[in-house]
């Protein structure tokens, strides 16, 4: 790159040097000739070759002679009489005047857009480095090579008054606009993405040839008719085969065709007016606005930062679009929200609901996404959930100023909707649970087809009826899911961490279905928390525990039914909603050890195994401390009630101890019995310091082998014929009590099992 002042300073020192010297001698030497390369402005090289006579005019009639005529370092993109014609015709102009005439505006865009900031030589326009520039290095320059692919003009439209929201308020303000960026396509672009450079590019520009070869570019709609950059005293110049039409933002394109009216009237549902920085301030004299979006991509905004300097950011990022068409939404919203469903126009959809709609019409990668590459299955959502379109079936292609638009005409239900999550986005019943998932950012997650999953789908009702209650509640601010407090009497918005709980105490991973005979235990998300599915009626263990308490009189499980994708599993699993009048919970409140040390109500199932605890001098304060520690899960094997009562003479230090018929046990135990006894009973507790617990035991669980307990025996688990057995060693096994199906009682430190005899 040479600048004009440079080049100037050079030769008056040069001539300087040399002003006794005579006219004659400095004729006659070659070495003081100008060089070859040194062939004037961009003006004076364009006016020189004779065929650019309208660009010249065009430049003149828009006011930007004085730059490229001038000392301003440029890059300049140059259409010859013959491009100017033709582009002058296809819009319906006789010249350059008569477009002045009737559009001066037009033609000052699109002769700004020729005109390139800063100097870039070939290289430059093939694999411009932002951050290293010139001191790159052969291994820097492979990094993201050709992705910088957009360059500043001095294309712009006028600042306008625009109507929008301002602090919620609507307002008429001059909005701001920066100037367009013109893509630059290398073939190290395609390179670099590993796709095929002609193919790609022509599915965009299906009017233009692609005539970058294996070490050019293209620059949006033209070829570049070049082998080299023509080297100009104030930067650069190329020769294009055609005009380059300036191109608009997505919003702008979107917006001027009618067909994505309803699209882009959801997406400015989102509409903001934002101050622009204070230079722009500063520079125009007043206060102006740029238009923004919320927590929706800026497709509005020319630029992705409103800094000049920021080119990491400006040259590269690219919004990449799949826009559904008025028709499209339209035979979407028919056949996914049925009347029944609460949702009877778009108008009435939940704005969390357009927020993923919206969202989901975003590809993750912020450089242009290629046909190619989505034929690959190389490109997700923003929400990283797959990009389900088929590029030769979209109708509309169009590369923008700030990234690329599929224009679809037809749509299937993006990946969120059709997942396990899609009851609570189709249906009004399930509102309330759509914002518990989005609190809790579980929504990608269980939108993923790469795992099964099951979920139970709650109602509004099952939020209004909690304990503590929930609501979703609307305010200028937007809609919150609000959980009631009993301590300041209030309802206060419901945090992440809770509302993750709940998902996941409401989901199962790598689940097909819940079966409608038989037994089945279900691990939910929540560790060591079940779902517990007996003939076609559930419940979880947090509520399965409520049988233990002596005033229990209810029965736990409910009934459950599916809720399909129109009589259809969703696309990674089922879903369910059930019908307890509350939310299935986590296991709270008392742990499973301070249970078994405070059991003196005779009618708990372990209230004699209880008694022996104390007996044995293993009860302090409310626990177990020679025994248990925090921190740590037990698996304990409790013997009912009925099978110490009839074996209590055999149990280790219990000669001596009689059992009435109440279950009340009597008798004193001498030290040494005393010691005996707690000795035995250790061996029932087997503890995750010592073992490496995953589960609890139940039909079908991991939960198999041998175990270390907290006293000197092995505890051997198995299972046979559906039923749990536990035994020390090679002894003979004892088997879990069937009348809870040999279900585990699961609290937050452990689970109990009871058996129907004592472990020999």
């Not at 992705?304 to 799949?322: C, G, H, K, T």
């Amino acid at each position: 790159m040479t600048n004009k002042n440079s080049l100037r300073t050079m030769l008056c020192i040069l001539l300087a040097s040399i002003l006794a010297m005579s006219c004659h001698d400095i004729a006659d030497d070659d070495h003081y000739k100008s060089p070859d390369w040194l062939k004037g402005n961009a003006w004076e090289v364009l006016e020189s070759e004779g065929n650019h006579s309208m660009f010249l005019k065009a430049i003149e009639l828009s006011g930007y002679k004085p730059i490229v005529n001038g000392q301003s370092v440029m890059t300049v993109m140059a259409p010859d009489d013959g491009a100017w014609q033709s582009f002058l015709q296809r819009r319906g102009y006789s010249s350059v005047e008569d477009m002045q005439a009737k559009a001066p505006q037009e033609l000052r865009k699109t002769v700004g857009y020729h005109l390139m900031y800063y100097a870039y030589d070939w290289q430059k326009m093939v694999n411009f480095r932002p951050t290293e520039g010139d001191g790159a290095t052969e291994e820097q320059k492979q990094v993201n090579a050709g992705l910088y692919y957009k360059h500043r003009t001095r294309s712009a439209d006028d600042m306008e008054q625009v109507r929008g929201r301002l602090n919620g308020v609507d307002t008429t303000v001059t909005v701001y606009h920066f100037e367009r960026y013109l893509p630059v396509l290398s073939h190290m672009m395609f390179a670099t993405k590993g796709i095929d450079a002609k193919s790609n590019y022509e599915y965009f520009f299906p009017g233009s040839e692609w005539g970058g070869g294996t070490r050019g570019f293209n620059v949006s709609n033209a070829s570049v008719l070049d082998e080299d950059a023509v080297v100009t005293d104030n930067g650069y110049l190329y020769h294009v085969n055609q005009v380059v039409s300036p191109l608009e933002t997505i919003h702008a394109t979107l917006k001027d065709n009618p067909n994505y009216s309803d699209f882009i009237s959801l997406y400015d549902t989102y509409a903001e007016l934002t101050p622009a920085s204070e230079d722009i301030n500063t520079s125009v004299g007043k206060v102006v606005y740029t238009i923004s979006h919320g927590a929706l991509p800026d497709i509005a905004c020319e630029w992705p930062v409103s800094s000049w300097s920021a080119m990491e950011q400006l040259d590269r990022v690219a919004y990449n679009i799949f826009a559904p068409s008025n028709q499209a939404i339209s035979r979407f919203f028919t056949n996914y929200w049925k009347p029944e469903s609460g949702y009877r126009s778009l108008a009435d959809l939940d704005p969390l609901i357009l927020q993923y709609f919206i969202m989901q019409s975003f590809a993750d990668e912020t450089t242009p996404v290629f046909p190619e590459e989505i034929e690959k299955g190389l490109v997700q959502t923003a929400y990283g959930t797959p990009v389900n379109i088929n590029p030769a079936n979209v109708d509309d292609r169009l590369f923008c100023e700030n990234g690329i638009v599929y224009g679809m005409n037809d749509m299937e239900a993006p990946a969120i909707f059709s997942s396990v999550v899609g009851p609570a986005f189709r249906d009004t019943t399930y509102q309330c649970f759509m914002y518990a998932l989005d609190k809790s950012e579980l929504v990608l997650s269980l939108a993923s087809d790469k795992s099964q999953f099951v979920t139970l789908v709650p109602s509004n009702y099952q939020f209004n009826h909690n304990e503590p209650q929930m609501r979703l509640n609307t305010t200028t601010a937007g809609r919150f899911l609000e959980v009631y407090s009993d301590v300041d009497g209030n309802f206060a918005n419901m945090g992440s961490g809770q509302a993750r709980s709940i998902v996941n105490m409401h989901t199962a991973s790598n689940l097909s279905e819940l079966r409608t005979t038989g037994v089945q235990v279900v691990e939910t998300n929540t560790a060591f928390n079940y779902w517990y599915v007996v003939d076609g009626r559930i419940t979880t263990s947090a509520l399965f525990n409520e049988q233990l308490n002596p005033s229990y009189q209810g029965n736990p499980f409910v009934g459950f039914h599916e809720v399909s994708n129109n009589g259809m599993p969703w696309s990674n699993g089922r879903a369910y909603a059930y019908d307890y009048d509350k939310l299935f919970a986590e296991a709270s409140g008392d742990g499973l050890t301070h249970r078994l040390a405070v059991g003196n109500d005779r009618n708990y199932e372990y209230y004699l195994f209880a008694q022996l605890l104390q007996k044995a001098g293993l009860v302090q304060n409310g626990g177990l401390p020679s025994i248990t520690s925090d921190d740590t899960r037990y698996i304990v094997f409790v013997p009912t009630n009925e099978a110490i009562k009839n074996s209590i003479a055999s149990i280790p230090g219990c000669g001596s101890l009689q059992v009435a018929d109440d279950y009340t046990l009597s008798g004193t135990l001498s030290t040494t019995n005393k010691t005996l006894l707690a000795n035995y009973l250790r061996n029932y507790f087997v503890s995750s310091l010592m073992n490496t617990i995953t589960s609890y035991p139940y039909p079908g669980s991991a939960c198999k082998g041998t175990f270390n307990t907290m006293g000197t025996e092995k505890m051997v688990i198995s299972e046979s014929a559906g039923r749990i057995y536990a035994a020390f060693g090679d002894n003979q096994p004892v088997g879990v009590t069937e009348k809870y199906h040999c279900l585990p009682f699961a609290f937050s430190d452990g689970c109990m099992q009871l058996i129907d005899g004592i472990i020999p």
